[in-house]
């Protein structure tokens, strides 16, 4: 079988968790099927990439969609399935599917009507996402979501979907890749106490990761606590002010114990800041599984996580960490917001008061990835669902 899988990140280029996932999804597929990559942005190894430039100055999903189109003209004569990841590529994928009159399987790595806040971002190049994610969905031989939240909130965005073609393939972690690593020389070089409690965060400046309810529940903390934040990429000049004016805040009362990376940190200086962590904190309004909790878990850090999405079957509550309930029907609710942030503060005093319970959840939520969280198991429940796609495909063919 020969597949190709359609994305817009890939190595060098990756910034979420859907390019983590196929980062590490495509070796392991190698071991049973040939793949190629289809990507966008730059010239890289690995991979044919698409520059998302086209047509020159429109909106940047337009942009998208001419690149989707240079994706299906690009794919290799002899092929099997498609494979696309994130609404950016799900169009490349639906249209290669009808053009070469073959199977097209979409893995969910998030939903778009469960993102309204991304019209800040694309302005009316969301009513374009929503339209391609939909299409391809219903379209598709074959859906995998991320978890069984996952799946039940495609089941629900997505009424016209037929349930025969819905699986469950959950993210993995690469435990060779994260794991507990003693040194600490770029914490040295930011000036982390060691000896002292630390809180850290992981992501980009979005809505979605919940980093400004982090930052004012973080007003809370025990005094001492260090927190760092290693958080990027804002995804609009409004998320990047709030979350600046909730910063200076922090900062005012907890001074030189605040520490914030702008930039993208390399691997293994995040390594480092997971492994030294006393609290990993996650506090998403929305996330279909999240990566990241198992990358801090897998480096032996115990993780303080709202229980939204799919983290529930990520963060095991009070074995690995502690969740924070989150209804997002009352995220409009300035009252509902500030109980939830002060409640996520207290689960953190709880563990930076008690280090040595969070090193028990830690210990336990490496463990947890090893068993349950393995890109080989993640990458042969992958080609069983090619296989159900292809049958899938030759049974509905008109």
Request: proline letters at 4%.
């Given at each position: 079988m020969h597949v190709s899988i359609l994305t817009r990140e890939y190595p060098p280029s990756v910034y979420g968790g859907a390019g983590v996932h196929v980062a590490q999804l495509v070796p392991r597929l190698r071991e049973h099927v040939d793949v190629d990559v289809q990507c966008m942005g730059d010239p890289r190894d690995g991979a044919t990439a698409h520059p998302e430039s086209f047509p020159p100055g429109a909106n940047a999903a337009l942009r998208i969609l001419g690149t989707d189109l240079a994706m299906v003209a690009a794919l290799p004569s002899e092929l099997d399935l498609v494979h696309s990841h994130t609404w950016y590529a799900n169009m490349a994928g639906h249209l290669a599917g009808l053009?070469?009159?073959i199977p097209h399987v979409v893995t969910a790595h998030s939903l778009e009507p469960l993102r309204p806040w991304k019209r800040e971002q694309l302005g009316g190049g969301y009513e374009l996402s929503s339209w391609a994610e939909r299409t391809a969905y219903e379209g598709a031989s074959a859906v995998i979501a991320v978890s069984s939240a996952m799946a039940g909130d495609i089941a629900r965005c997505y009424p016209d979907l037929d349930p025969a073609k819905l699986h469950v393939v959950r993210n993995g972690i690469d435990t060779q890749e994260f794991y507990p690593d003693s040194r600490h020389d770029f914490l040295d070089r930011i000036g982390i106490d060691l000896d002292r409690p630390m809180v850290c965060f992981v992501g980009?400046?979005?809505?979605?990761?919940?980093?400004?309810?982090?930052?004012?529940?973080?007003?809370?903390?025990?005094?001492?606590?260090?927190?760092?934040?290693?958080?990027?990429?804002?995804?609009?000049?409004?998320?990047?002010?709030?979350?600046?004016?909730?910063?200076?805040?922090?900062?005012?009362?907890?001074?030189?114990d605040v520490f914030w990376i702008e930039k993208m940190a390399p691997r293994d200086a995040v390594?480092?800041?997971?492994?030294?962590?006393?609290?990993?904190?996650?506090?998403?309004?929305?996330?279909?599984?999240g990566i990241v909790n198992l990358e801090?878990?897998?480096?032996?850090?115990?993780?303080?996580?709202?229980?939204?999405?799919g983290i529930p079957e990520v963060v095991d509550d009070s074995v690995t960490g502690l969740l924070v309930d989150y209804d997002p029907q009352y995220g409009d609710e300035q009252d509902y917001i500030a109980d939830f942030e002060h409640r996520f503060a207290a689960r953190v005093n709880e563990l930076t008061r008690d280090t040595a319970r969070a090193a028990r959840y830690g210990q336990a939520g490496r463990q947890r990835c090893i068993?349950?969280?393995?890109?080989?198991?993640?990458?042969?429940?992958?080609?069983?669902?090619?296989?159900?796609?292809?049958?899938?495909?030759e049974q509905h063919r008109a």
């Open positions: 053009f070469r009159s980009r400046i979005t809505r979605q990761k919940g980093l400004v309810h982090l930052v004012r529940a973080a007003r809370e903390f025990d005094k001492g606590t260090q927190i760092l934040l290693l958080a990027s990429s804002p995804d609009t000049p409004e998320i990047a002010a709030e979350f600046s004016r909730s910063l200076d805040a922090l900062r005012a009362e907890h001074g030189s390594r480092q800041v997971y492994s030294h962590a006393t609290v990993f904190a996650c506090p998403s309004i929305y996330e279909p599984l801090a878990m897998a480096c032996e850090s115990a993780v303080v996580a709202s229980g939204v999405g068993d349950h969280f393995s890109w080989e198991a993640i990458a042969a429940q992958t080609v069983a669902v090619y296989q159900a796609a292809q049958q899938y495909f």
